[in-house]
């Protein structure tokens, strides 16, 4: 529980990293990025839902 709350601390900060230290550098991580460079909002969106998701 409390490595969830650091990596959405994380997440919230850069998105990607959070993802990174979730999943690694898979599919994930690449939409991710996409979706920060896009807006970072979806970014972070993303983030939370992927870390929460496991």
Known sequence: ?????FRIILAIIL???????????GKHFWI???L???GYIPG??????VIAKK
């Open 15 to 25: 998105p990607p990293l959070g993802v990174f230290l979730e999943v690694g550098l």
């Open 36 to 38: 920060t460079i896009l």
């Open 1 to 5: 529980m409390a490595g969830d709350v």
């Open 44 to 49: 972070i969106i993303h983030a939370v839902w």
């Open 32 to 34: 991710n990025v996409i």
